[in-house]
């Protein structure tokens, strides 16, 4: 059974920086795709970013300039500091797992596993 | 980057059916993949590949698509049905990120 489960703040100071731990059970790190994924309270859902095993990394445009993302093969975990937060990155993040599979020759990502998510505030 | 259009919220009585649109270009050319997601809950995959549904989910879920539009149907819709749907699918530049769409709330009445 996998299990993903997300640790780190609640609250966050505006101009600060957030940062994420995802702590992977069941399930190696190699050979997936890990991902952070948000959604502000009451509203849709929004990836952040996604790291291969091997490390290499994809972000989103809109928050690229403020994000890494990192794993720790090792200890079965991956991170996500994102910088200068706002009150527009209050919401709740959820660590997730990405896989890719081929049908009708393209492939594809889908999030087959998720984190329970968790809340980060951002005020003073 | 791709948008993926829903209808914000959907009713249906107990016992009938419910179909889910999801409206993008992407969609042209890419399959749908879709979320059922319960208050204070992650989202839960209910089909990928347009029509395929993960071990566990009930066969009253079925997935379709045709031309910009994927639709996510509930045959005979339970209480424990009422919930928020987004599909998800590739963004049209096939370098970024994949993205979600808008989100439907489905009362079940």
């Known amino acids: 059974q996998v299990q993903l489960q997300e640790s780190g703040p609640g609250l966050v100071e505006p101009s600060e920086t957030l940062s994420l731990t995802c702590t992977v059970s069941g399930a190696s790190i190699n050979p997936y795709y890990w991902t952070w994924i948000r959604q502000p309270p009451g509203k849709g859902l929004e990836m952040i970013a996604y790291?291969?095993?091997?490390?290499?990394?994809k972000y989103n445009p809109s928050l690229e300039s403020r994000v890494t993302i990192s794993l720790a093969t090792s200890k079965n975990q991956f991170f996500l500091t994102l910088n200068s937060v706002t009150a527009a990155d209050t919401a709740v993040y959820y660590c997730?797992?990405?896989?890719?599979?081929?049908?009708?020759?393209?492939?594809?990502?889908?999030?087959?596993?998720w984190g329970q998510g968790t809340l980060v505030t951002v005020s003073s | 980057s791709s948008e993926l259009t829903q209808d914000p919220a959907v009713s249906v009585a107990l016992g009938q059916t419910v179909t889910i649109t999801c409206q993008g270009d992407?969609?042209?050319?890419?399959?749908a993949t879709w979320y059922q997601q319960k208050p204070g809950q992650a989202p839960l995959l209910v089909i990928y590949d347009t029509n395929i549904r993960p071990s566990g989910i009930p066969d009253r879920f079925s997935g379709s698509s045709s031309r910009d539009t994927a639709s996510l149907t509930i045959t005979g819709a339970q209480a424990e049905d009422e919930a928020d749907y987004f599909c998800f699918s590739r963004d049209t530049s096939p370098n970024r990120l994949e993205v979600f769409g808008t989100g439907t709330k489905v009362a079940v009445l």
């Open positions: 997730a797992r990405r896989r890719s599979y081929c049908s009708h020759g393209s492939c594809y990502g889908l999030i087959d596993y």
């Open positions: 992407t969609l042209r050319t890419s399959f």
């Open positions: 790291i291969f095993y091997s490390g290499s990394t």
